[in-house]
């Protein structure tokens, strides 16, 4: 299929070790964050949430951390693999007056063998 | 428990040409968000709708329109196509809330001539 993010920022990693991701966002008043996965010829692919009143949530394999004062979000993936060779995109909203996400231009990982 | 389908999933139009893509929402989902993805970019919300009404649209013009039906599914039609409307066409799930994650399709690859 068609790839998605020919032109994006690259993060290469080698297999077993952890990736972090990074992303600003630019609005203070969003308070609900989201990263989602992105495969070639695929839609994005829910990978975890965070809301603005915690710093941090674990997932399988993977955490996020949420920064409000510097308005940065992180997605630290662990012993990375193959499989996790994707885009992936920051999305964020705000509870109030709005249902639509606002995406990040999202940053590609290559696990290397 | 199927997810999110959209149909078709490639298209090809000529400029002037108008386009209706389909989308059935993930099982016990309610509301239907559109988006497009330009190549190298991240999804840019078009619109979305709960209880067959649009309840908030993104910066797309008038020549975007949508639909959706009691049974929750949904259309996005786009008139008078331009070239610069090619792209991927996503549609996402979610129940009716704020603060509710979307859950994506694989998309309709939209190519215009």
């Known amino acids: 299929g068609e790839s998605v993010g020919l032109h994006l920022p690259t993060l290469s990693v080698q297999e077993g070790d952890n990736s972090i991701i990074n992303c600003a966002y630019s609005?203070?008043?969003?308070?609900?964050f989201i990263w989602y996965k992105q495969e070639s010829g695929k839609g994005p692919q829910f990978i975890i949430d965070?809301?603005?009143?915690?710093d941090k949530r674990q997932g399988q394999r993977v955490t996020v951390l949420l920064n409000k004062t510097v308005k940065h979000l992180s997605l630290q993936i662990a012993a990375t693999q193959p499989g996790d060779s994707a885009v992936y995109f920051c999305?964020?909203?705000?509870?109030?007056?709005?249902?639509?996400?606002?995406f990040g231009t999202g940053t590609r990982l290559k696990v290397l063998a | 428990d199927a997810g999110v389908t959209q149909s078709p999933t490639h298209l090809i139009k000529t400029r002037g040409q108008q386009v209706t893509l389909r989308c059935s929402p993930k099982?016990?989902?309610?509301?239907v968000s559109w988006y497009q993805q330009a190549l190298g970019q991240g999804p840019q919300f078009i619109f979305q709708?709960?209880?067959?009404?649009?309840?908030q649209r993104g910066n797309f013009p008038d020549r975007f329109s949508g639909h959706q039906f009691p049974n929750y599914s949904s259309e996005l039609n786009v008139n008078a196509l331009l070239l610069g409307d090619s792209a991927l066409y996503l549609c996402?799930?979610?129940?009716?809330?704020?603060?509710?994650?979307?859950?994506f399709g694989d998309g309709t690859r939209l190519s215009i001539l």
């Open positions: 996402a799930s979610s129940l009716a809330g704020v603060r509710q994650p979307q859950h």
């Open positions: 609005n203070s008043a969003s308070d609900y």
């Open positions: 965070i809301r603005s009143n915690m």
């Open positions: 999305a964020e909203t705000a509870a109030s007056g709005t249902y639509k996400y606002i």
């Open positions: 099982s016990g989902h309610d509301t």
């Open positions: 709708y709960y209880e067959e009404e649009e309840r």
